[in-house]
Nanobody
């Protein structure tokens, strides 16, 4: 059974930082691709960042970001702790949303890493609120 548990959300002022964590348990293959998505009130869930295991090297990864978070957010993975992180700096009120961690057994690519339906496993979400 694959389980993803997010933590680290909270209330922060604009310009501040938060680090989200996604602790994964279960099949290692479920973490071939890991992503963060967010959903603001009344809006659709959207892609934030992804970290994809390289096919050629287990210790290498590709990372992708939504344009809205590039340069401010950083996704990383700690394989020992089976945890994926999302470091969020220079937060803005428009970053306010519920943030979801997602995992896929597929090694996603530049075309499909943004698609939520490519991820089989999802966490319960963690609320991030940025005040102005």
């Amino acid at each position: 059974q694959v389980q993803l548990v997010e933590s680290g959300g909270g209330l922060v002022q604009a310009g501040g930082s938060l680090r989200l964590s996604c602790a994964a348990s279960g099949r290692a293959a479920s973490r071939n691709s890991m992503g963060w998505f967010r959903q603001a009130p009344g809006k659709e869930r959207v892609f934030v960042a992804a970290i994809i295991r390289s096919r050629s090297s287990l210790s290498s990864y590709y990372v992708w970001y939504a344009e809205s978070v590039k340069g401010r957010f950083t996704i990383s993975s700690d394989n020992v702790k089976n945890t994926v992180y999302l470091q969020m700096n220079s937060l803005k009120p428009e970053d306010t949303a519920v943030y979801f961690c997602a995992g896929s057994t597929s090694v996603l690519n530049s075309n499909n890493h943004r698609l939520g339906n490519e991820y089989e496993y999802w966490g319960q979400g963690t609320q991030v609120t940025v005040s102005s």
